[in-house]
């Protein structure tokens, strides 16, 4: 199953939206790079536990 992980969940100065879907490892590195270059974390093992946290299932696409 696919994973989602939204910017959104999470308010911030910036007011971001953007939301990662994929594989739960692409979207814990994307996410985590993402979160030091936009949001100024520092990548460590506590921000990926916090995004794994994070992670929903994707919902399937509606035809």
């Known amino acids: ?31 985590a790079e993402h979160a030091v270059s936009v949001h100024e974390h520092e990548d460590n093992a506590e921000l990926r536990q916090m ?3 994070d992670l929903k299932d994707e919902m399937p696409a509606h035809a």
């Open 1 to 31: 199953m696919r994973k989602v992980v939204d910017c959104r969940d999470h308010p911030s100065v910036s007011g971001c939206t953007l939301t990662i879907s994929g594989e739960e490892e692409e979207v814990v590195r994307a996410a």
């Open 51 to 53: 995004i794994r946290g």
